[in-house]
């Protein structure tokens, strides 16, 4: 079975600035790419799991979303880290709408698991929030990390 490491985007993957949904907007948190590539090498497949209400509230939409995720699979790829659109899940609904997805649910975690036969226990959570780490916790994910929002990631934390 397959572990995983478990990225939230927002705050961990790029600096959060509230909302960011262009290419020009997206940038990597210091550390997070080296981060990323050194726990594929110890055999952590990479999955984003983001909480996008902006696209539920009208801010962007689903397209502004693909396209900041091409960009930032094309740069991790550039930094040396083998991942695929199907790495990235994310939730597009508002609170109010009491989906599965959006985190602290589980929904993101579960379905990433059945699909790619992931062993939660085996795998990590990177999170900026608390509810990061209750969805983690929820789908049975058998470490997390609590880092500060924006960075730096100091990978040698995780184990
Ligand atoms: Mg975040
Ligand atoms: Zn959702």
């Avoid at 960011?20 to 090498?41: K, S």
């Avoid at 199907?86 to 698991?113: D, N, S």
Wanted: glycine share 10%; proline share 5%.
């Amino acid at each position: 079975m397959k572990k995983a490491l478990f990225l939230d985007r927002d705050g961990v993957i790029n600096l959060d600035y509230g909302y960011v949904h262009t290419v020009e907007a997206f940038e990597f948190v210091p550390g997070i790419l080296d981060c990323i590539r050194r726990m594929q090498e110890r055999g952590y497949l990479p999955i984003v799991v983001t909480n996008q209400s902006g696209i539920g509230r009208g801010y962007y939409g689903r397209e502004d979303f693909e396209r900041v995720t091409a960009a930032m699979l094309e740069e991790m790829r550039r930094a040396g880290i083998a991942i695929s659109r199907e790495q990235v899940f994310f939730c597009p609904h508002t609170p109010e709408e009491g989906c599965g997805c959006r985190k602290p649910q589980p929904g993101m975690l579960r379905e990433a698991i059945r699909r790619f036969g992931i062993d939660p226990v085996a795998s990590v959570m990177i999170g900026d929030k608390t509810s990061d780490i209750e969805a983690a916790e929820a789908a049975g994910v058998g470490r997390t990390l609590l880092v500060e929002k924006n960075g730096p990631i100091d990978c040698d934390k995780i184990d």
